[in-house]
């Protein structure tokens, strides 16, 4: 069975600092994986999708970066956190395909607070 | 402009009672429509996706597509206090870029 696990749980963090949020999958190879942002409450918005090792597409700008360094891993981070930066950060992950029909399967999350 | 809008955005039922949620898509390329659901705390769980018009079941749930009006709704019969959460639903693009846009959800609370 498949296992997703993102660290940190929770992270409160000074405006300006850097952040590295990661995400592991384990029992599937060669993954799709995705990073989606939701604000307290709020809808969920993709960040970014990986395909491949070293291949990371963004779909929104909202001053982070990602980086897939091994197959089961997706890191995000930034090297300046804004206010707007709090929320719920989701990790997920699909399978051999990548394309409409597959299911997305999401992580428990890591809870980031700007202060 | 939202793509994807899900309304009521609260609904509360009765344990045992039916649950109707509503969601309608602005965009005709899309794929599959998908049910997720929230829990407190957690990630998403996929409940069901649909791309045929006409209803889909699974369990309690039953999803029902009209292509023509881009209209999917979620029924959800005999309402337990564990469906009590964020229903959200989304839309998959054409392509393989695992695009998902999802909606601004709805809270459904279920009355023990």
């Known amino acids: 069975a498949q296992t997703i696990h993102q660290w940190p749980v929770a992270e409160i963090k000074a405006v300006g600092s850097p952040l590295s949020l990661g995400c592991t999958i384990k029992?599937?190879?060669?993954?799709?994986l995705y990073w989606y942002w939701q604000a307290t409450g709020g809808t969920l918005q993709q960040l970014f999708y990986?395909?491949?090792?070293?291949?990371v597409e963004s779909v929104v700008q909202l001053n982070l970066s990602a980086s897939r360094p091994k197959d089961d891993q997706f890191i995000l981070s930034t090297e300046k956190l804004l206010l707007s930066h709090s929320g719920f950060y989701l990790c997920a992950w699909s399978g051999d395909w990548g394309g409409a029909q597959d299911t997305q399967y999401f992580g428990p999350g890591t809870r980031l607070l700007v202060l | 402009q939202q793509k994807v809008q899900q309304s009521p955005e609260s609904l509360s039922v009765p344990e045992g009672g039916m649950a109707s949620l509503n969601c309608t898509s602005s965009?005709?390329?899309?794929?599959y429509f998908w049910w997720y659901r929230q829990h407190s705390g957690e990630g998403p769980k996929a409940l069901m996706s649909i791309f045929s018009d006409g209803d889909k079941k699974e369990g309690r749930f039953t999803a029902h597509l009209n292509k023509a009006s881009l209209h999917v709704s979620l029924h959800i019969r005999d309402s337990q206090p564990s469906d009590s959460a964020l229903y959200f639903c989304a839309v998959s693009l054409t392509g393989n870029t695992g695009k998902l846009i999802f909606g601004l959800g709805t809270t459904l609370q279920v009355q023990p």
């Open positions: 990986s395909i491949t090792v070293g291949q």
């Open positions: 965009d005709r390329n899309f794929q």
């Open positions: 029992g599937k190879s060669s993954p799709n």
